[in-house]
């Protein structure tokens, strides 16, 4: 098998902790017996958008169309570009274009790294956000009335379609079904959004129908939120809109310490256009060029896609890889893991540990 | 000073904290010179519903407007009335026609409360979350269209006001400016939420000009509450919008391991109409009837109450000697915090405190 991967690196720390993902996905590649054939664009970036006054080229959707999957760095860089400029000028293109309707998240207490809840431990919470990725509270339809006036109204509308909805719950349900727990869990806010949330709670219910041997329950978003930080070991899949999805995969990720660490994938699984996969850190303007970000999210967002891309046993061994590193840890770790290494001293760790596996 | 309190007790353990609530405001008032003029209604319940068929009788508009305050326990019986009918057809009805576009909520480690944080200690975490009250997501403006197709769509819209952003914007930077670190949040999502979040950012921005001594920066919701649970020393006063608000003012309680007790206030800072103060718990029916539901969300909201009444040391003292009883706390706390008191003995114990003030 052979995978033509479109590596978009992007802006600030993405450039450093694309080599690292490449790396490991190469040596997942030997280990595992297939082949990837990447090739790199300098688009989606500050410096791109510098020389061409936009974030894309006018033919990236055909060019970018013909790949299996889009391995991402990270995008974003407001000294140069405002960040609703260059978000919606590349990343936010990719998700409607290419009809990656299905956000999907890990959240799992890791060895090794230390979560703020208080005496939590690995394995006892790992879960996914399940965030729909296209439509709801993510429309641009609406405007403003009686500009610069007292009377100044603003109006935004939430846009919810059965299609969108019920793809969705779809992923969501079929995931669960294939986990140990077969629970699912939907966000809600049905007693105070009064329209577009109830209509969502029908679906999820209608769905339910369909899937007797997963047990599903829903919470309001806000209770839902409280429960990330108390229960956490509560969830196996938690299905939601775009905004709540939103909210519930960076806290998620907080709660259990990994929000420089964790990927993303922006899935498309009726597989007609590519998918996208990418670490929820940013780009971090902070500590860029100085070779110390942390590329354990790039390398975990690898693992995502060869799972995407149907190599299984590579994805499991690359996320072994980054546990056992993790674990033992110590000075190979990078800075804001308490090491002392760098960003490619890290990869090189974990690459390989992936080769010999 | 006599103060005519409206007393609505409500649903589950709302009328097993009331008793309690009223204890500790009457030993208030006896310790710090005030008078009490509590008058109690039986509506906004589920018996209520089920004696009348509607949440409140038809001329409760009048009746409320005449107090100086409402002093409210719970409402929801789920089994009786589905929740979107008694909370619509109560508490949002006063928020609504009161005017309350104030929902405040303190944010605050306790002594003797287990926070499920590591490492964070009494005086750590401090800080209010200003809600919306009365706009924004919360609207009842859209519809349903192809009904029942696979084209069908929900529309619901999200609505901003200047006047409704602007007043809510005005109480956070002049509750900011009046406290020691004069430091105001503003809880986002311009960067997703194109047209309402970019607006809300803009009136951020024009009334901070009128604020030179309050420091101000804002967040994205996604990161906002990741913050919560990373760095809730960061925060002094957090405004957010209707929705955005109700989330983070589950999570800071949360955070704080406080949901149990914690209390908010519905404010009218106009003072045209009665505010509203309730626990944030709700009426718990998994626990009513038993007389072990934790008093202090109903004393705390006393607290509140009183402040805004202008019994500003009363006010502390309350907070003080909640305080107090949870730091030695022991056998005299109730069950879920860990002791062996029922409601109200733990209620008799802050009010004994209180009244030797
Ligand atoms: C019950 C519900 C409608 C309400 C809200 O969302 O406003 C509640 O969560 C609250 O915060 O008081
Ligand atoms: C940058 C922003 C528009 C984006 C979103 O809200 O979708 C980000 O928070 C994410 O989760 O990928």
Redesign the pocket.
């Known amino acids: 098998n052979t995978y033509r991967i479109a590596v978009i690196a992007g802006d600030g720390i993405g450039k450093e902790v694309m080599p690292e993902g490449l790396r490991a996905l190469r040596a997942a590649a030997d280990a595992y017996g297939f082949e990837v054939d990447a090739v790199e664009f300098d688009y989606a970036s500050a410096d791109y958008y510098l020389e061409h006054g936009q974030m894309l080229p006018d033919g990236w959707f055909e060019e970018l169309r013909r790949f299996d999957a889009i391995f991402f760095g990270a995008v ?1 860089w407001p000294d140069v570009v405002p ?2 400029v260059s ?2 000028g590349s ?2 293109q990719f ?1 409607r274009h290419f009809d990656q309707y299905v ?1 999907l998240r890990p959240v799992r207490l890791l060895p090794g790294i230390t979560s703020p809840l208080a005496g939590r431990k690995p394995g006892d919470v790992d879960f996914y956000v399940v ?1 729909e ?1 296209t439509e709801g509270e ?1 429309s641009s339809v609406g405007g403003r009335m009686f500009e610069g006036t007292d009377r100044e109204t603003v109006i935004q509308d939430t846009v919810m379609t059965r299609t969108g909805v019920d793809r969705i719950l779809k992923y969501a349900f079929d995931l669960a079904q294939k986990r140990e727990k077969k629970h699912l869990t939907s966000a809600t806010k049905s007693n105070g959004i009064s329209i577009t949330m109830p209509y969502w709670d029908e679906r999820v219910e209608a769905m339910a129908g369909r899937y007797d041997d997963v047990r599903v329950d829903k919470f309001h978003i806000d209770i839902l939120c409280a429960n990330f930080v108390l229960h956490p070991d509560w969830f196996d899949v938690v299905v939601a809109s ?2 709540f999805g ?1 909210i519930l ?2 806290l998620g990720p907080a709660c259990t310490g990994t929000i420089g660490v964790a990927p ?1 994938g ?1 899935i498309n699984p009726d597989r007609t256009f590519p998918s996208l996969f ?1 670490p ?1 850190h ?1 780009s971090a303007p902070d500590i860029a060029g100085k070779g110390i970000a942390n590329p354990v999210g790039q390398i975990w967002s690898a693992s995502m896609m060869l799972d995407h891309l149907g190599e299984t046993e590579a994805a499991a061994g690359i996320l072994g890889a980054i546990e056992s590193v993790l674990a033992t840890g110590g000075d190979a770790l990078t800075r804001d893991l308490g090491g002392t290494g760098t960003t490619a001293s890290l990869g090189g760790t974990i690459a390989s540990v992936i080769a010999g596996a």
């Open positions: 974003g960040d609703h978000l919606w990343l936010l998700r956000n965030r990725n993510y775009n905004l939103d995969s960076d993303s922006n990418e929820v940013g």
